[in-house]
């Protein structure tokens, strides 16, 4: 069931994923309050059966989808969820691969991760008993979240599915990350938490979200990779033509033996690492927010070169502020061109206000409408790449001189629109401190325009340059 | 009026600031909405008079308090906030001087900021009028918040007064530091925005802050210095006992030129600027969340040395990340001596977790009180000088297992105030895309009690190895 091509690829089958319709929960634990039973059963699309050898009741469950066995159901089982006890799976993976089950995440730990010459004979004892027939995600993993087909390990996570796949052997940073999509306004495709990756690792996982049609954007979290992949890896990034994003954990000294008590994995060294991922035009972040902000910013426009912006405030110092932290990145803010500059001073009139690049509206910004016509003329402009737009929450909350409230909202809005229309990164900054209730339905909408909106500009102008980076040299 | 003392230091005496019992704004604007003087008007504790020549009726405003001239209000005017045309400055200064108004803000722009050689002209000839008798912050500055006596620019601004002051040329600076303030939780003592700094300039209001009785911790937004202006910098610098910590607006070449038009600041050379922020442990950030952030930090805490962190997460790969971000920025998260992690042991129960530094508790963090034990018995230890700890959002949203959320919380509580009793900082992250609504009363609640909290790691990270080399440089 392993996959080989012409390059005489390692990589595992998992085309079957897209067609999962069936599953069982394995295990479904009464002190936990069947917590991942219940989880599954409230979303997931299709059947779900409860295993488990002595429960005949679960309240709320139907009784006659419990059975005792995997063995004892009588349609297909596609996939299964398994939390029981570490010395337990060895015979649920006989009956799993019986029954002709076709993937399975086992939550159950204490196998490679526990660090003991015992767990890892218990991880390799189960390889073999999987014979290659079952596919699996763990041990000490969550799986899969595949909203498309309500499949969720956990209650609340998000239903609308999206063109973005993450991989992270660490399921609490999927938890993290799946819960902070909604909020940040990106949808996933397919979510894997591998675990330990004793069957199915990065490399496998990697590959077929690169072939997967409903994913556009792939993230990575890994700690590791198991010796023997580095050239499957390189094979498939040679052909890969997604943008990947990796925050690669276990970088620094304490962390390499952190990650090594998480799972067992061997995260080397720091530096081989960044020029690998460099080398095949990956994008490397340092934090899951940095991971999550850049699948935003691509998610919005696209992949972008930012190397010239222009910068907007009502305020000329944190104006000021922005140009140096964005030259400090790297990036420019180069002055107008004379004609634009022309242009953009025709429409300001009020005192305080500054024409060039930084723009300062001061208090003309409340004339919202000048503010629009202004940012047509910069993104008009074929030396500037994009426009990064600071608006305090307090200016929208209590805007002074402003009678009709809903009509200076919708300008605004029309504002930020203007980057879609020039196909140009438009970004908003709403510092954090400064977002108000009474702003949040705003913010909401600016959200769901697909306008990337942050909070501190520390928060993505580090990125910026990084997207850059990535276009110029996928460009070529 | 300049105070000189035995190194001969050239800053003048504003100590009567604290006395401020009576005010006028001249120039409330009728096209404005009498913005300034409603403003004033909401929030002063004392007597506000309104100046206008040709205004006899201001709705909701007395009549009685308006005068044609400041020189025809029959009590004393200690301050006076002036909003007029710049060809009516010089006349209006006049009058002030006669009257003996001790400090005036001066709104108006179009002096040295228009760039021209007639605005310069008129900035030196209103300094001449003001006779070194009335005191001025600006023009083109917004003068002085000083929530004690209610003196605010702005409607809604904070009314608790804190131990904290903000020194900036830039006025929309102060007003997001001000509004950021409230959902922060830290409190000014007094804000000022000196705009050109025609006569009060940074090295006097820094003076004036450091021997404040009133101010505990400095902050500054500073574009330039004037020439000249350096030895008394220095001298005070060299008496000063106080924390500054100064965000350097024009670093960059584009920073540099936009901060000319700003403020006609020259703000020099980035790398000289560092040094002398080095040399007279001044703690220097990047960006004005940073300064805001440091504060916060300081006011919860004081002053502190964080070189050796514990780290602990529910997700053991967000812990491995936040161990990578840690020691990019030069702190340690050591191991935990063998007695420690002997003791922490005892406590851990279930699978998953980690006894070592980074602690993961997996999902046993839920068993709280298990939490509350281990964080007293990191903090006893000698070798570790505080803690940070994840705390995404949902868990607290949906905790699985927890009967009685409110004795949940509680506990919660009790573990982030374990900071407070081992006078250790005990920092925690609760991602800002895990907010969910259902917790709002609880991080309001741990924001009261001083303990910080942040939205994303690397907001306060690379602040913690500046407040620790500020810490050891003023114990010496």
Redesign the interface.
């Known amino acids: 069931m392993t996959h080989s091509n012409s390059s005489n690829l390692n990589v595992k089958d998992l085309s079957f994923i897209n067609d999962i319709k069936s599953m069982a929960v394995i295990g479904p634990s009464e002190k ?2 069947f ?1 991942f039973l219940r989880n599954h059963q409230d979303s997931f699309k299709g059947k779900v059966y409860a295993i488990h050898p002595r429960s005949e009741e679960i309240p709320g469950f139907p009784k006659e989808d419990i059975y005792a066995s995997i063995l004892d159901v009588p349609g297909e089982v596609d996939f299964a969820f398994i939390a029981v006890p570490p010395k337990l799976v060895l015979h649920v993976m006989n009956e799993c691969v019986k029954k002709g089950v076709k993937l399975v995440t086992i939550f159950t ?2 196998f490679s ?1 526990a660090g003991t010459e015992e767990g890892k004979a218990l991880e390799q004892e189960l390889l073999k008993r999987a014979q290659n027939e079952v596919r699996i995600l763990g041990p ?1 993993g969550l799986g899969l979240f595949y909203p498309k087909i309500g499949l969720a390990w ?3 996570f998000p239903t609308t599915p999206g063109s973005i796949g993450f991989i ?6 999927c ?2 990350a799946i ?6 306004g990106i949808e996933f495709s397919k979510v894997f938490s591998f675990g330990n990756g004793a069957d199915l690792d990065f490399v496998d996982l990697l590959y077929f979200l690169i072939n997967d049609s409903e994913t556009d954007i792939i993230l990575c ?1 890994i ?1 590791g990779i198991k010796q023997g992949r580095i050239n499957d890896l390189i094979a498939i990034l040679n052909n890969n033509k997604k943008p990947i994003i990796v ?1 690669k ?7 390499i ?3 090594k ?3 067992a994995s061997v995260s080397g060294d720091r530096v081989i690492w960044q020029t690998f991922f460099k080398q095949y035009n990956v994008i490397e972040v ?5 991971l ?1 902000h850049t699948a935003r910013l691509i998610a919005c426009y696209g992949i972008f070169d930012a190397k010239n912006l222009a910068v907007l ?9 922005l ?6 990145y790297g990036l ?4 107008f061109p004379l004609t634009t500059q022309n242009e953009i001073n025709k429409k300001l009139f009020m ?2 206000t ?1 024409s ?3 723009l ?1 509206f ?1 208090a003309q910004f409340f004339a919202i409408d000048s503010v629009k016509e202004i940012i047509d003329i910069v993104l008009s402009d074929k030396s500037i790449d994009g426009l990064i737009l600071d608006l ?3 200016y929208l909350s ?1 805007p ?2 402003i009678q009709d409230l809903s009509t200076f909202y919708n300008t605004i809005s029309e504002c930020l629109n203007l980057g879609h229309i020039h196909k140009k990164p438009l970004i908003v900054i709403t ?5 108000l209730n009474s702003i949040h339905d705003f913010l909401l909408k600016v959200k769901q325009r697909n306008v990337p909106l942050f ?5 993505f102008i580090p990125l910026l340059p990084k997207i850059s980076n990535y276009f110029i040299k996928s460009s070529k």
Do not use: C, M, W
């Open positions: 936990r309050n917590f730990s204490e991760d000490n956990r209650q609340h992270a052997q660490s399921g609490g940073i938890n993290i819960y902070s999509s909604i909020e940040l979290y700690e925050l954990g276990g970088k620094s000294e304490t962390g033996k952190a990650a008590t998480h799972t340092d934090s899951l927010e940095q999550l405030s009502i305020s000329g110092g944190y104006g000021v502020v140009v140096d932290i964005i030259e400090k420019k803010v180069p002055p005192p305080g500054s060039n690049n930084p300062d001061a305090p929450g307090f209590f002074p001189r510092q954090y401190l400064t977002r909070g501190d500009p520390l928060e």
